[in-house]
């Protein structure tokens, strides 16, 4: 997979890009995350949250995110503390979301596929942005240390030519999507569910198929130096809440944009993340991460925004690329070593030298 796809198909939509300046007294209200019009994201008169068999509130299900994928991680730059859309302005999001759900019968109608095939589109939020804190919706600006770092990051979005599996992103090579960018919706399997069982919560995600599981018994991180792509996260229940702190991260994975040059911010092994999953209806959830990294970051960033359930999303199994052969080919394919290597050969064929050591070589990457 390449992220230069994934990336076309989250574009910012139109209609944030062009909504107007942003104004002060529209900046998200301190204590709550969500507009009290929008459906589900309250909690009906008299509703409590239902209990496992071993009493732990419920949150069991199928809660994909797709539905969000309207809406950006980030705020558009232009909106600035503007966190909600208005009336005008939903009614122009739900008017150019519509339009986009129609490409895929059109794309039926004309016997091809493409993007209305490929990418899962959601319904727009008044909320401009996944990222509500800082006030103006984007992930702070990089420490020091952290913009020098980031001049590292290489992806598929930064480099066109690749000499070694060092200049992909672990998402590129389909290890991981990291944190927070696993909670977060892609172009497509966005699916997550959550279970259950006496002392834990398995958080199953449908991109890269990884489950995070979390132990609830009191049970503390590994010592420091034990780390994971993903983290080791810990969980325990605040009322209805489940708050899950995730420790112990593989260091300079990609946190997100505003790095240097447009790169990604990377984290450090001090990364924290602390999750809040609170039940707000019978088939909604209120969803909370605060994500911070004293070396990399500035300051703390927090994503808020409501889960849906949704019965009847089924998970895939998220393949990637087909006999992860993919690294492999970009490498051949741009490295200019490589294409040395390739020409040489092609010299040698031609004037009928071609050394043993070479026929071993192309029969072993057969």
């Given at each position: 997979?390449?992220?230069?796809?994934?990336?076309?198909?989250?574009?910012?939509?139109?209609?944030?890009?062009?909504?107007?300046?942003?104004?002060?007294?529209?900046?998200?209200?301190?204590?709550?995350?969500?507009?009290?019009?929008?459906?589900?994201?309250?909690?009906?008169?008299?509703?409590?949250?239902?209990?496992?068999?071993?009493?732990?509130?419920?949150?069991?299900?199928?809660?994909?995110?797709?539905?969000?994928?309207?809406?950006?991680?980030?705020?558009?730059?232009?909106?600035?503390?503007?966190?909600?859309?208005?009336?005008?302005?939903?009614?122009?999001?739900?008017?150019?979301?519509?339009?986009?759900?129609?490409?895929?019968?059109?794309?039926?109608?004309?016997?091809?596929?493409?993007?209305?095939?490929?990418?899962?589109?959601?319904?727009?939020?008044?909320?401009?942005?996944?990222?509500?804190?800082?006030?103006?919706?984007r992930i702070p600006p990089?420490?020091p240390l952290g913009a020098?770092?980031?001049?590292?990051?290489?992806?598929?979005?930064?480099?066109?030519?690749?000499?070694?599996?060092?200049?992909?992103?672990?998402?590129?090579?389909?290890?991981?999507?990291?944190?927070?960018?696993?909670?977060?919706?892609?172009?497509?399997?966005?699916?997550?569910?959550?279970?259950?069982?006496?002392?834990?919560?398995?958080?199953?995600?449908?991109?890269?198929?990884?489950?995070?599981?979390?132990?609830?018994?009191?049970?503390?991180?590994?010592?420091?130096?034990?780390?994971?792509?993903?983290?080791?996260?810990?969980?325990?229940?605040?009322?209805?809440?489940?708050?899950?702190?995730?420790?112990?991260?593989?260091?300079?994975?990609?946190?997100?944009?505003?790095?240097?040059?447009?790169?990604?911010?990377?984290?450090?092994?001090?990364?924290?993340?602390?999750?809040?999953?609170?039940?707000?209806?019978?088939?909604?959830?209120?969803?909370?991460?605060?994500?911070?990294?004293?070396?990399?970051?500035?300051?703390?960033?927090?994503?808020?925004?409501?889960?849906?359930?949704?019965?009847?999303?089924?998970?895939?199994?998220?393949?990637?690329?087909?006999?992860?052969?993919?690294?492999?080919?970009?490498?051949?394919?741009?490295?200019?070593?490589?294409?040395?290597?390739?020409?040489?050969?092609?010299?040698?064929?031609?004037?009928?030298?071609?050394?043993?050591?070479?026929?071993?070589?192309?029969?072993?990457?057969?």
């Open positions: 997979m390449s992220l230069r796809f994934v990336g076309a198909a989250l574009a910012v939509p139109l209609f944030l890009a062009a909504a107007g300046p942003a104004a002060a007294d529209d900046a998200r209200p301190a204590a709550s995350a969500t507009t009290p019009d929008e459906p589900g994201l309250k909690a009906p008169p008299g509703w409590h949250a239902p209990r496992t068999e071993w009493g732990d509130p419920d949150l069991t299900g199928s809660w994909p995110i797709d539905i969000l994928s309207s809406t950006p991680s980030q705020r558009p730059p232009n909106l600035g503390t503007k966190a909600w859309l208005t009336d005008e302005e939903y009614a122009a999001a739900k008017k150019a979301a519509d339009e986009q759900l129609k490409l895929y019968n059109l794309e039926v109608k004309a016997n091809r596929m493409g993007m209305g095939h490929w990418t899962e589109r959601g319904v727009p939020m008044r909320q401009t942005s996944l990222i509500m804190e800082p006030a103006n919706g990089p420490t020098e770092l980031s001049k590292n990051m290489k992806s598929s979005w930064t480099e066109d030519t690749f000499t070694w599996v060092t200049d992909f992103s672990p998402y590129d090579r389909c290890i991981t999507r990291g944190m927070p960018s696993s909670m977060l919706p892609g172009a497509y399997n966005s699916g997550i569910e959550v279970w259950q069982s006496p002392g834990y919560a398995v958080i199953k995600l449908e991109m890269i198929h990884e489950a995070r599981i979390i132990p609830l018994a009191g049970k503390g991180p590994p010592p420091a130096p034990v780390k994971s792509w993903m983290g080791y996260s810990v969980g325990h229940w605040e009322g209805d809440t489940l708050v899950v702190e995730t420790t112990n991260f593989v260091p300079n994975q990609p946190i997100g944009g505003n790095g240097a040059g447009g790169r990604a911010i990377p984290n450090s092994d001090q990364m924290k993340v602390v999750e809040r999953l609170t039940p707000t209806g019978p088939d909604h959830i209120h969803y909370e991460a605060w994500v911070s990294d004293p070396v990399t970051l500035s300051a703390p960033f927090k994503l808020d925004f409501p889960w849906t359930r949704n019965k009847d999303y089924k998970q895939f199994e998220y393949a990637c690329f087909e006999g992860n052969e993919q690294t492999r080919g970009y490498i051949e394919g741009t490295s200019p070593y490589e294409a040395a290597k390739r020409e040489a050969r092609e010299k040698a064929r031609a004037a009928g030298t071609l050394q043993v050591a070479d026929r071993s070589t192309s029969s072993s990457n057969k």
